[in-house]
């Protein structure tokens, strides 16, 4: 919440407006700080010290535009960006590139637009390290690769693309070719082939 980590005093404030629209936290404290959430009302209502809930409350209430956009990216220093990347074995600029991606993505679901066959607008980079098991990141397979990698890093036992590739073959309808997959691939229970 400190304006001295970001890149300037305006993506400072959009982030501080973020926090205080989904937590309820106030910067001056007063009656009106409740909290959304009941966890979060349970740490306004018996702390007073920090004024700020613990980082993971905040996390679980932020959209994730506001972390990949207003918090990432506006990071001051790069060496901040390259410390929580290297967590993901990325580099700051691949990262920023993954989670805005998927957040895009996010938002076509949430408005029960269609993944399948279409030209997607925001798409992520292609990584050499690790080396991206696609070429085409301009549709949806791309993404589910991300989804994917993230997830396996974040939580190891994630059955997400397993899922997947369930989803895929249970319709055969469904052309991987249309979802961007490569030439010959066919859906299977095995994490894409990530190779550093």
Same mark, same amino acid.
């Given at each position: 919440m400190s304006p001295k980590h970001f890149a300037n005093q305006g993506s400072h404030e959009e982030f501080a407006k973020k926090v205080?629209?989904?937590?309820?936290?106030?910067?001056?404290?007063?009656?009106?700080?409740?909290? %959304?959430?009941?966890?979060?009302?349970?740490?306004?209502?018996?702390? #007073?010290? *920090? %004024?700020?809930? @613990?980082? &993971?409350? +905040? +996390?679980e209430v932020l959209p994730i535009t506001?972390? #990949?956009k207003k918090a990432f990216e506006s990071l001051q220093l790069r060496e901040d960006r390259k410390r929580i990347s290297s967590e993901f074995d990325l580099n700051p600029e691949v990262l920023q590139s993954w989670v805005h991606a998927i957040s895009y993505v996010k938002n076509l679901c949430a408005h029960h637009s269609r993944l &399948? $066959?279409?030209?997607?607008?925001?798409? @992520?980079l292609i990584s050499k390290v690790p080396k991206f098991p696609v070429e085409n990141n301009s549709r949806f397979f791309a993404q589910a690769c991300? +989804?994917?990698?993230?997830?396996? %890093?974040? #939580?190891?036992? #994630? %059955? &997400?693309w397993e899922r997947f590739c369930k989803l895929v073959s249970d319709n *055969?309808? +469904?052309? @991987? $070719?249309?979802?961007?997959? *490569?030439?010959? &691939?066919k859906p299977h229970s095995e994490t894409p082939m990530w190779v550093a």
């Open positions: 205080v629209e989904q937590t309820g936290f106030c910067l001056e404290g007063g009656e009106d700080t409740k909290g %959304k959430e009941v966890f979060l009302q349970h740490y306004f209502g018996k702390y #007073s010290e *920090p %004024k700020l809930p @613990p980082s &993971w409350m +905040i +996390i506001a972390l #990949s &399948w $066959n279409r030209e997607l607008t925001i798409r @992520p991300v +989804i994917s990698f993230l997830l396996k %890093k974040v #939580s190891p036992q #994630s %059955k &997400w *055969p309808f +469904i052309d @991987p $070719n249309a979802l961007g997959a *490569p030439a010959g &691939w």
